[in-house]
């Protein structure tokens, strides 16, 4: 899970943003929306995460920041040796030419040579992973990079590695000897020292590879549109996520019964079977709602799963708001989420903060000279329990509406 995430001169966010989940320690337990940091831990985090405000506030810009970690640490390595880290500044005068910096708290092993040996009863602990870019000759490349982590032997933060440009010193619990050498031939200024030692086989770069790859998000650069074909090839291909989106098509009552893959010349083909019609409904003639929510199932489902964070952009584009509260308490839910896995998302139907506790509640606000604040309802003074978010929200008490007139 994660539990911080910090950002600093990326895109229209200028000044450091830090978006700190821990719930304070004397809110009552609700077990349903919080769950421990990491395993054992006495802090606790939201397992939603909802951010609200007007049309390019920076909400996407906030989900942006985390698939970019998830990407450089997974796949940085396969970009051409002068290609551009996609990690793009302010463009104002004053901080194109400042770092960009991206860091996140989360949830791994406290032992990572037991984890490695394959012992799925590991302790957890918190670790803490930073990357800070900086303009050079035109491109973006990585000026420092480091990870640490807490180990149960430890009281303070323990180094696994620090890198400042391509120079790498690593502790030994990183198990680091014996890929030094190579790693100094190798490691280029546009990618991840992860990313990197992944290529050697290097098990604890392995191990946190994996881990970025328990993001699944439909937002890079810009948001991503499955297309039908794949959409459909790929339910084709995961006869369980198909038994498990025909269940939920009938819980979010879209009138569907079941939707069903057949093998045709050209591919697979999706039909859908209605209350009250005699002939199945080819996915061409489906409701852009309905095709919007099989697009995005497939990246909630796999976090369910697996455990992870689904970060959604727009999840509410095209779907009912009635249903954007029964996909949340698929989250709340331990059967379905027997692992905590996390919803990070940007929003704008607002009517969905009453279903929201404050500590999930986050909004974006652009100042007049553009730049994004991220604060969370929680850091908003005499919020109450009890009170109407929706109509405060509307009201403009909390900000980050949209300024008209």
């Given at each position: 899970m994660l539990s911080h995430l910090e950002i600093e001169n990326y895109m229209s966010i200028r000044d450091a943003q830090i978006?700190?989940?821990?719930?304070a320690a004397n809110v009552d337990d609700t077990p349903e929306r919080f769950a421990p940091a990491w395993r054992g831990a006495k802090e606790r985090i939201p397992k939603v995460v909802a951010f609200f405000g007007p049309n390019a506030s920076g909400k996407s810009t906030v989900l942006r920041a985390l698939a970019l970690l998830r990407w450089f640490t997974q796949h940085s390595f396969q970009?051409?040796?002068?290609a551009v880290i996609p990690a793009e500044p302010s463009w104002t005068a004053e901080h194109s030419a400042r770092p960009t910096r991206i860091a996140v708290y989360f949830s791994g092993p406290a032992d990572i040579a037991a984890a490695i040996g394959g012992n799925a009863e590991v302790e957890e602990c918190r670790y803490f992973y930073e990357v800070q870019f900086q303009?050079?000759?035109?491109?973006?490349?990585?000026?420092?990079?480091?990870?640490?982590?807490?180990?149960?032997?430890?009281?303070?933060?323990v180094r696994l590695f620090e890198r400042k440009q391509s120079d790498v010193v690593a502790g030994k619990d990183f198990q680091f000897s014996g890929h030094g050498s190579v790693l100094k031939k190798i490691l280029r200024d546009n990618a991840s020292v992860v990313a990197t030692l992944a290529q050697l086989e290097h098990k604890p770069a392995l191990m946190l590879r994996n881990a970025a790859?328990?993001?699944?998000?439909?937002?890079?650069?810009?948001?991503?549109?499955?297309?039908?074909s794949t959409m459909v090839r790929l339910y084709h291909e995961n006869p369980g996520m198909l038994s498990s989106v025909n269940k939920d098509l009938t819980?979010?009552?879209l009138g569907i019964r079941s939707m069903s893959v057949t093998l045709a010349n050209d591919g697979p083909k999706a039909l859908f079977e209605h209350e009250g019609l005699v002939r199945p409904v080819p996915l061409q003639l489906e409701s852009h709602g309905t095709r919007q929510f099989l697009q995005i199932y497939p990246l909630i489902a796999v976090a369910l799963e697996q455990g992870g964070v689904a970060v959604i952009d727009e999840l509410d584009l095209a779907i009912h708001p009635l249903v954007l509260p029964e996909i949340l308490r698929w989250f709340y839910d331990p059967e379905r989420n027997p692992h905590d896995a996390q919803l990070w998302i940007s929003c704008q139907s607002v009517s969905l903060l009453e279903s929201l506790a404050k500590e999930e509640i986050y909004f974006c606000e652009k100042d007049?000279?553009?730049?994004?604040?991220?604060y969370g309802l929680s850091n908003i003074q005499g919020v109450r329990r009890v009170d109407n978010y929706y109509r405060k929200y509307m009201g403009g008490v909390y900000g980050a509406v949209p300024n008209l007139g």
């Open positions: 978006i700190d989940l821990r719930v970009l051409a040796p002068d303009s050079l000759n035109q491109r973006r490349v990585v000026l420092a990079e480091s990870l640490f982590y807490w180990p149960a032997s430890s009281t303070r933060k790859a328990q993001i699944f998000s439909n937002i890079f650069i810009e948001k991503t549109v499955i297309d039908d819980r979010i009552d007049k000279d553009g730049a994004t604040t991220v």
